[in-house]
């Protein structure tokens, strides 16, 4: 069936070409078909078409699948919370994702490196055309076999009694000194050495730094306590690391390990992986804390003791005044209980009764103030919404054009009006100018020295300098002399 959807797929859907009936029995011959006279019509397939018989193939055909590879390139989205990475072997590599939501059934977060077994199906991602592995379920390859390695030293160390309940040695009230063996690179130290300083700042903290994952890490922790036990002066020690899978927390699970912790001659804390992971270590040891944190607070538990039974004391304290106060209440009430407390009693209830009138006359009051304060509210957002300022605008803009085609017809009417004016009065005074009698042939006589205009013979003397002003010029000329008319 796989065959024939491959067939169909990468065939465009075109069935071929039919076989001559009776061709496939023996001894029957099979007749040629003439070729058709038109050449067949090619189906062209779009992109997004293409993507959906894909992903319905893909998806439907390999829905649900156990696939083992190792881990490679991880990363987290934090904005996302998925997982995307590439299970590979030493001949093919397939892209793979973990959504948030199916993270829930993994117990630990892959690595690269990490040998896995990934339950799931393919998947089309259509925007790019990518083929990826959605894994639904995680394990570790293998964890079978380290488990049942786990039960079988958990018992053979059960049989010697290295967790009997009486070889448990209590933790001292107030340490001065505690050794941690730990990595120094990690979270785990800091989340220590905060709690620590915040509970019981004057604690001396002794660090031995030592690989708590991969090969090798075994020996260097059982190395980090014994040397740790060597130095001496030591009130605890702190074994830890953060959590992980079965496999990231093996080095804890080692028959070493569990020796050296079992030697010691100090108290032993194993603080290793999360709350519900459990190894030989938090077996082994004195005591066992669900975190690195938690065991920091476990070590100055002592001093935190102290406090609480101060604070206890206090409360008693409290207490007892509390008893004191309600002892010394009662004996006021009863004071105030006899007959010459009650025309007090009386005026106070009276008082009462009036505050309450006043107080619900405020709230009437104030409630009315309220719903006006709304209802006006209410008027002015109905007026404002029915207040339309665009409409309002338009009609102003247009109103304030037409008072400009106004202003500018009023002005234009009135420049023309003056220039009308000014023309005939110009006509007029042209009428009345001297100068027009020059063009008819008369003349004007001016005193070159006063420059006043000659009217009788009488004001020239012979020789006088004369300016006649006749039409187009000025002559300049003397006086012979004068004569009066007859």
């Known amino acids: 069936m796989a065959a024939m959807r491959q067939r169909d797929l990468f065939s465009g859907g075109e069935p071929g070409p039919s076989r001559p009936r009776g061709a496939e029995r023996p001894g029957v011959r099979a007749r040629s078909v003439p070729p058709p006279a038109t050449k067949p019509r090619r189906t062209t397939w779009t992109v997004s078409e293409l993507a959906d018989r894909m992903q319905g193939s893909l998806e439907t055909e390999f829905f649900d699948l156990w696939v083992e590879g190792e881990v490679s ?14 299970l590979k072997d030493d001949k093919a590599a397939v892209r793979a994702v973990v959504y948030r939501l199916d993270q829930k059934l993994t117990r630990f977060q892959p690595r690269d490196g990490m040998v896995v077994l990934a339950r799931g199906g393919l998947v089309v991602y259509k925007p790019r055309g990518e083929v990826q592995f959605r894994a639904k379920l995680l394990e570790p390859a293998g964890q079978g076999a380290l488990q049942a390695a786990f039960e079988q030293l958990k018992e053979k160390l059960a049989q010697e009694g290295q ?7 209590p933790l001292p009230r107030l340490p001065r000194r505690i050794g941690v ?7 785990v130290i800091r989340d220590i050495l905060n709690v620590l300083r915040r509970r019981y700042a004057n604690l ?23 040397e740790l036990n060597r130095i001496g002066g030591l009130d605890v020690l702190i074994v830890a690391r953060g959590g992980g899978s079965l496999e990231d927390l093996q080095a804890f699970n080692d028959e070493g390990v569990a020796r050296a912790i079992a030697a010691s001659a100090v108290p032993v804390i194993s603080a290793v992986g999360h709350e519900t992971d459990f190894t030989i270590a938090d077996f082994v040891a004195d005591l066992r804390a669900p975190t690195p944190s938690a065991a920091a607070e476990l070590v100055v538990q002592a001093k935190a003791e102290l406090q609480a039974g101060l604070h206890a004391l206090e409360g008693r304290l409290r207490a007892a005044v509390t008893r004191r106060v309600e002892t010394l209440r009662h004996r006021l009430l009863r004071a105030g209980a006899e007959r010459v407390f009650e025309a007090e009693r009386g005026r106070l209830a009276r008082l009462e009764t009036r505050l309450g009138h006043l107080d619900g006359r405020a709230r009437a009051a104030l409630t009315r103030g309220l719903e006006r304060a709304g209802e006006r509210l209410r008027r002015g957002d109905v007026r404002l919404a029915a207040f339309q300022w665009g409409r309002r605008r338009a009609a102003l803009e247009e109103r304030l054009r037409a008072q400009d085609r106004r202003l500018g017809s009023a002005i ?18 042209e009428a009345l100018s001297p100068l027009k009698v020059l063009s008819r042939g008369y003349a004007l006589v001016f005193d070159e020295r006063s420059g006043r205009l000659v009217r009788q013979p009488a004001e020239v003397a012979a020789g006088q300098r004369l300016r006649i002003r006749v039409e187009g010029g000025e002559l300049r000329a003397a006086a012979l002399g004068a004569e009066e008319e007859k």
């Open 204 to 226: 001396e903290v002794l660090l031995y730094p030592a690989r708590v994952q991969g090969e090798g890490a075994a020996e260097e922790v059982a190395a980090g306590v014994r």
């Open 73 to 86: 390139g991880f990363k987290a989205y934090p904005g996302s919370g998925h997982w995307y990475f590439t």
């Open 163 to 169: 967790f009997a309940a009486e070889r448990k040695r």
């Open 181 to 187: 063996v730990t990595s120094p690179a990690g979270a």
């Open 412 to 429: 234009a009417a009135r420049i023309e009006r003056r220039r009308e004016v000014v023309a005939r009065q110009v006509a007029r005074l």
